[in-house]
T-cell receptor, first 117, second 111 residues
Framework: GAGVSQSPSNKVTEKGKDVELRCDPI?????LYWYRQRLGQGLEFLIY????????KSGLPSDRFSAERTGESVSTLTIQRTQQEDSAVYLC???????????????FGQGTRLTVV | EDQVTQSPEALRLQEGESSSLNCSYT??????LFWYRQDPGKGPEFLFT???AGEEKEKERLKATLTKKESFLHITAPKPEDSATYLC????????????FGKGTMLLVSP
């Protein structure tokens, strides 16, 4: 596709249920990021994948959160035993491999709005 | 720890009233500073990347500048369609690294 695709666009789940959010990056992009944006707040870093390197998981808020990525393709963010404070928009971004010293820009998807009731 | 602070939090302008948004940063080894625009219910849309102090980039009514401590996003003669939240992010350190975002400036341009 032409851009980063995220699904579903909206998800309502009951407290305690597990959810999976999907991100399809731009083809050929080696880097993939997950961010969380709570209502009226800035972007909060969750996890970063770069090619076949070990992911940077330093932003995951608890062990209920995990993410996987196979190679340079699709990524899934899983939240187990959802809580009301997990309600937010989850944004995915991808960027190409840098050809030099300058980091390339990241392109974002439209996000998944998660509501935990 | 990398820090990015944007000001003001919100800005209301009349159509045609030029102004500037500020992004100050504290990082170790800036590799790039990014400006994004975010409309309600949408993902951030890339605007500019600045790599070194003194660099400037322009796009329509927007101009981004960079110093060693901060970046400005100048908006000249804004129109209502420029209303959005403007986000600043930095990428720092060696090798590949994450983007650290500020909280954004919400801009409202009234006709």
């Amino acid at each position: 596709g032409a851009g980063v695709s995220q699904s579903p666009s909206n998800k309502v789940t009951e407290k305690g249920k597990d959810v999976e959010l999907r991100c399809d990056p731009i083809s050929g992009h080696t880097a993939l990021y997950w961010y969380r944006q709570r209502l009226g707040q800035g972007l909060e870093f969750l996890i970063y994948f770069q090619g076949n390197s070990a992911p940077d998981k330093s932003g995951l808020p608890s062990d209920r959160f995990s993410a996987e990525r196979t190679g340079e393709s699709v990524s899934t963010l899983t939240i187990q035993r959802t809580q009301q404070e997990d309600s937010a928009v989850y944004l995915c971004a991808s960027s190409p491999r840098s050809g030099g010293t300058h980091p390339p820009e990241a392109f974002f998807g439209q996000g998944t709005r998660l509501t935990v009731v | 720890e990398d820090q990015v602070t944007q000001s003001p939090e919100a800005l209301r302008l009349q159509e045609g009233e030029s102004s500037s948004l500020n992004c100050s940063y504290t990082v170790s080894g800036l590799r790039g500073l990014f400006w994004y625009r975010q409309d309600p219910g949408k993902g951030p849309e890339f605007l500019f990347t600045l790599y070194s102090a003194g660099e400037e980039k322009e796009k329509e009514r927007l101009k981004a500048t960079l110093t060693k401590k901060e970046s400005f996003l100048h908006i000249t003669a804004p129109k209502p369609e420029d209303s959005a939240t403007y986000l600043c992010a930095v990428q720092a350190g060696s090798g590949y690294s994450t983007l650290t975002f500020g909280k954004g400036t919400m801009l409202l341009v009234s006709p």
